[in-house]
């Protein structure tokens, strides 16, 4: 439980570390649930586990083996399609599970993901059929983060299928730090009768909320203000983030504008759930009311997602006028880099959603200084394989 964050942003934490540890703890309490993990659970930065459970074997051991035992929670096999059906059977005899995977590798799954999905959709017309607990999909290794990989592992595809999904029974969420990953996880695992797909990071991200703040996203309509990035009164601009690494960059893109447009006010929003056609899970979808309130009636958004542009454009034409809406997100651009590059070519920079306040206000002189800014980091990252340590910051 963090209780205060005193410096908001400044220091960072694992938000898969953090999910790892939330697993551990629930693992030791309810020995009716089972992680299963295509051979990447120490990857992934969950290795907690193993400190509460073990892997499951039931065949002979060798004296080579890591540890294995006949009743251990963790099933590792590399193969996503037979551990999702073994999931599922394991969700059908109402036990809770979750399924880990690289982001790029969950749409393997794909169809099966569907077919439950419809599964889910014709028990709920059959009146003797019980509650089952959700599929929890946790999506990390993201296309954000596929430093030495490259382009073959970078695709948030998922994503946009899965909130394609007419109905109620998907939830994408994107916590923004560890301290929001945790809550995640816990809502996940309370919830009932859905797919819950939770995108991650393992890199270290910097802290934003305390735990009061991150309950309450989920159960507040999926969207919050971020008051300690805001300015006081109506805003000329709205910023969004929606995802830890991209939210991060937003917030550095305010920075920015902040120091360059010192007239002009601010507003910072955090986006953490998606479903069908709405922001905010299934169960508590933002309101249009609501909405306006929060990003505004006319103001400009400017918006930083994890995922494909296209797939949040679809939702926000429910709440606004396209006119209004500036969307930047993986633009299916990849490559072995560094991670301000990775942003760089997707369009998804600090800079680049400078660039566009910049252009709304016609101010030439910044969007030169801001491309000049863009080409002098491609160029430092091309020489020297790494990103300027002004950066790390």
């Not at 096999?77 to 073994?86: G, I, K, P, Q, V």
């Not at 910072?268 to 922001?279: G, K, Q, R, T, W």
């Amino acid at each position: 439980m963090i209780d205060v964050v005193d410096e908001p942003g400044v220091e960072k934490f694992s938000p898969a570390r953090a999910i790892g540890a939330a697993m551990a703890d629930y693992m030791s309490k309810h020995r009716d649930f089972y992680l299963f993990s295509p051979d990447e659970t120490t990857s992934n930065k969950l290795d907690a586990v193993y400190e509460v459970s073990s892997r499951a074997w039931s065949l002979a051991q060798e004296k080579w083996d890591l540890p294995e035992a006949v009743d251990g929670q963790i099933v590792e096999m590399l193969s996503e399609n037979t551990l999702f059906a073994c999931m599922v059977g394991h969700l059908m005899q109402g036990e809770p599970a979750a399924m880990t995977s690289y982001e790029a590798f969950f749409p393997i799954i794909t169809s099966q993901i569907l077919q439950h999905i419809k599964f889910l959709n014709q028990c709920a017309e059959a009146d003797w059929r019980p509650d089952y607990p959700a599929a929890n999909l946790l999506s990390t290794s993201t296309c954000w983060r596929q430093d030495h990989n490259g382009y073959t592992h970078q695709s948030p595809a998922l994503i946009s299928t899965l909130l394609g999904v007419p109905g109620a029974r998907v939830n994408c969420l994107f916590p923004v730090d560890d301290v929001a990953a945790e809550a995640a996880f816990i809502y996940s695992l309370d919830s009932k009768n859905v797919v819950n797909l939770i995108t991650f990071n393992k890199t270290e991200q910097p802290r934003w909320l305390d735990s009061h703040a991150a309950d309450a996203q989920f159960s507040a309509g999926g969207a919050s203000e971020f008051e300690f990035l805001s300015d006081d009164g109506e805003p000329d601009y709205v910023l969004v983030g929606a995802g830890d690494i991209v939210t991060s960059e937003a917030s550095a893109a305010l920075r920015l504008l902040r120091a360059d447009l010192p007239d002009k006010k601010f507003r910072f929003v955090n986006i953490s759930a998606l479903s069908y056609n709405a922001i905010g899970p299934v169960h508590r979808r933002l309101e249009q009311d609501e909405f306006s309130r929060l990003f505004t009636v006319d103001r400009p958004l400017i918006v930083n997602f994890h995922g494909y542009p296209g797939a949040l454009t679809q939702i926000l034409r429910r709440y606004t006028n396209r006119r209004h809406v500036h969307i930047h997100g993986f633009r299916e651009r990849g490559s072995t880099t560094t991670p301000f590059q990775m942003l760089s070519v997707n369009h998804a920079s600090r800079y680049h959603l400078a660039l566009d306040v910049a252009r709304l206000e016609k101010r030439s002189d910044l969007v030169k200084k801001y491309q000049e800014k863009l080409q002098s980091y491609a160029d430092y990252a091309h020489e020297h394989g790494v990103d300027p340590p002004e950066l790390e910051d």
